[in-house]
Structure formats: structure tokens, C-alpha cells
């Protein structure tokens, strides 16, 4: 793996990569080059098939990511705006589309881009002590991260409305009660429990997981004919993989299958 200045970067032996955003001191907001060794770090997860599951967090007790870097963004003109905007709306798209799961451990603050971020993982984990929210507003800009786009999927139209246009903080409790976390943890056993949810994804078929990521993205995207039409493909497909084969037969042996990726 190459190496980060602003990330902290582990694989542990199950494939399991937890990616640790690294900026304490500014409650780990995105500057350009943190957004940029993003790029490159999960370019590489994709590529390197000993990872299986990968775990994004925020490095202290205190913060996730407190969105983007206001002191860097400043003095941007629209131009530079624009050009920050989509830069990290490329990122943020390919953690979304990055081939394995991707599960957000919110530890702490998830504001603008943070609540960004964790958006484009496939599922979130609130500690206790998380606090979700897009003030984006308070600043005179709009999420540009994808905030206004994945927020309203995530929880629909109003609530996600009211979220943007008041630029309020919610507590994990609130973030579960309309679906923005999946699960809220006791701080120390956030981490923990984003492993178990690892775990138990990589015990399963990963083409079949794999195919439910891209259906579940893909069929987001379209209309309902169009996404049942593209499941019927790579439900078809599965039946092509070795690991079809040993699911279905280790279920009438009555034995725990064994997944080979194949
Ligand atoms: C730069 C930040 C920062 C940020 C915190 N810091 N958030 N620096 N960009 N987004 C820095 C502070 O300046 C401070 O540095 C240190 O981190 C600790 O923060 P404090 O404010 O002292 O902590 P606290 O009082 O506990 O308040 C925590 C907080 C607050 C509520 C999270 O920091 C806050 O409101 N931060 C900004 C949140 C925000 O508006 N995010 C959205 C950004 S816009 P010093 O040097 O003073 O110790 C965005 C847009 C994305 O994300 C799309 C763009 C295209």
C-alpha cells in the first residue's frame, strides 16, 4: 500500500481494511489533500483482493469528519468551487461503486462533507457519540458533496430538506429513527461491531454480495422495469459461479458453505 499522510491505513488477516481519516487536530475535515489520497487509497483496496470489507473512521473520540476544510475553501472562487465540489464527488463515487462493501464506524461529528462521506459508504454505524448533519448553509454554500443527492435517497425528500435547509445537528438516536445510521454502538464497541458486520459479510458469497451492491446503486439510478430487468441478469449470472453450486449444496447437506469467490 502506498503511503498517507492523512490516513491511517490497516488489513487485518480476515481482509478487512479499516481506513482511519488522520487530521485530529482540524476534527479530521477534508482538505484537498486528504480528498486526493482518498483517490489514490481506494483505487488500491479495489485492486488488492486481500481486502474484502473495508471500515471508514475518524481518528480521536471526538470527530468522524467535520466536513470539508473551511480554512482551505475560503478564498475559493466559483470556478475553484466547482472544480473542489467535483473533485470529491469523483471520490465519493467511487467508495459508492468500489467493488466491496464499504461500512462508515461514525464516531463523532459527521458534518457537511463527513455526513458526505459517510453517505457514500453502504452503511452506517453511529457511536453514541456521533452527531450527523449538513450546515452547509451557515457557510452560504450548499452541500457539494453529494449531500443533496444522497440525503434525500437515504431519508426522503423532507427530511432531507429540513436537514439542509435548517443546518441542524442530529444525535445517532435521531440519524436511526429516519434511517440515516443502521445500527448505534456504545463508543467502544463501534469498531467492533462494524467487524462483526465484516465478518459476517465475508462469510457470505462475494460475487452475490457484490452484484447486490451494484444492483442496489444501479437500480437507484433508473426506473423500477429497468432495475428488475438488470437483477434478472446478474441473478442469472450467479448461477455461472462456483459459489452458487456450493451455497445450494452445503444447504441440502445441511453444512456451512464454503464461499470461494468464484
Ligand atoms: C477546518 C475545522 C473544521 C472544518 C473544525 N475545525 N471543523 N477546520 N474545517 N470543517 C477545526 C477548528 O477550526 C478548530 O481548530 C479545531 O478543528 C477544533 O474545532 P472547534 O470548533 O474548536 O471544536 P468544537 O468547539 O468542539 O466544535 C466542534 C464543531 C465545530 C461543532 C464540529 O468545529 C464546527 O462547527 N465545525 C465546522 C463544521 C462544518 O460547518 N462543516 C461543514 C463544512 S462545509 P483550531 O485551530 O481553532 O483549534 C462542507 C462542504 C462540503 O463540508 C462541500 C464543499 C464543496
Known amino acids: 500500500m502506498g503511503e498517507y499522510t492523512n490516513l491511517l491505513v ?26 486526493h489520497e482518498l483517490d ?18 475518524g481518528s480521536g473520540e471526538k470527530s468522524f469528519v467535520a466536513g470539508a476544510d473551511i480554512l482551505e475553501m475560503k478564498d475559493k472562487t466559483a470556478v475553484e468551487g466547482r472544480q473542489w465540489g467535483q473533485l470529491a464527488q469523483g471520490v465519493f463515487n467511487k467508495i459508492e461503486n468500489l467493488p466491496k462493501p464499504v461500512i462508515a464506524a461514525v464516531n463523532g461529528y459527521a458534518l457537511g462533507g463527513g455526513c458526505e462521506l459517510a453517505m457514500a459508504c453502504d452503511i452506517r454505524i453511529a457511536s453514541e457519540k456521533a452527531k450527523f ?3 452547509e448553509v451557515s457557510l452560504g454554500i450548499p452541500p457539494g458533496f453529494g449531500g443533496t443527492q444522497r440525503l434525500s435517497r437515504l431519508v426522503g425528500k423532507g427530511r432531507a430538506k429540513e ?32 467487524k462483526a458486520m465484516a465478518q ?3 462469510s457470505r458469497a462475494p460475487i452475490a454480495v457484490q452484484v447486490c451492491k451494484t444492483a442496489v446503486n444501479r437500480g437507484l439510478d433508473v426506473d423500477l422495469t429497468s432495475g428488475i430487468a ?14 452458487q453450486k456450493e451455497g445450494m449444496t452445503a444447504f441440502i447437506e445441511k453444512r456451512k458453505a464454503n464461499f470461494i469467490g468464484k
Open 40 to 57: 489514490q487509497l481506494f483505487d488500491e483496496l479495489a485492486a488488492n483482493d486481500a481486502v474484502k470489507v473495508v471500515i471508514v473512521t
Open 133 to 135: 448533519g449538513q450546515p
Open 200 to 202: 459476517k459479510i465475508i
Open 230 to 243: 438488470y437483477e434478472a441478469e446478474v441473478f442469472g449470472l450467479c448461477f455461472a459461479t462456483q459459489d
Open 163 to 194: 436537514l439542509l435547509f435548517t443546518g441542524d445537528m442530529i444525535d445517532a438516536a435521531e440519524a436511526y429513527r429516519i434511517g440515516l445510521a443502521n445500527q448505534v454502538s456504545v463508543p467502544e464497541e463501534l469498531i467492533g461491531k462494524a
Open 10 to 35: 490497516e488489513i487485518d488477516s480476515e481482509g478487512i481494511s479499516t481506513v482511519t481519516i488522520n487530521r485530529p487536530k482540524a476534527l479530521n475535515a477534508l482538505n484537498a489533500a486528504t480528498v
